[in-house]
Nanobody, 125 residues
Framework: QVQLVESGGDSVQAGGSLRLSCAASEIRSWNFMAWFRQAPGKEREGVAGTWRDAGRTFYDDSAKGRFTVSRDKDSNVVYLQMNSLKPEDTAVYYC???????????????????WGQGTQVTVSS
């Protein structure tokens, strides 16, 4: 059983930055990790993802140019660096892990087996 623990959520002003962390209890059971977010009254949506080994990344259009996903290969931690934050980025952010094959073309919550508990990000204008 993979356990994922997010941290780093906070309240910031628009234009600010945050770095979220996701610590995985182990790395053998999954090969792709993604960040999702869910705002009140909205569906959970994928933001960014990264392969465990190859370093290839995937970004939703809403995150391109502002967010960067990365993995610390010396530890079981995946980061989401978020810059130029906007009020519409306000949401609970979750990390999730899966076993993926081939090319990841989108981030669909149903594809992910393991989830963290979420961390709140609030961006004020």
């Amino acid at each position: 059983q993979v356990q994922l623990v997010e941290s780093g959520g906070d309240s910031v002003q628009a234009g600010g930055s945050l770095r979220l962390s996701c610590a995985a209890s182990e790395i053998r059971s999954w090969n792709f990790m993604a960040w999702f977010r869910q705002a009140p009254g909205k569906e959970r949506e994928g933001v960014a993802g990264t392969w465990r080994d190859a370093g290839r990344t995937f970004y939703d259009d809403s995150a391109k140019g502002r967010f960067t996903v990365s993995r610390d290969k010396d530890s079981n931690v995946v980061y989401l660096q978020m810059n130029s934050l906007k009020p519409e980025d306000t949401a609970v952010y979750y990390c999730a892990a899966r076993v993926a094959f081939g090319t990841v073309k989108d981030l669909r919550p149903d594809d992910y087996k393991w989830w963290g508990q979420g961390t709140q990000v609030t961006v004020s204008s």
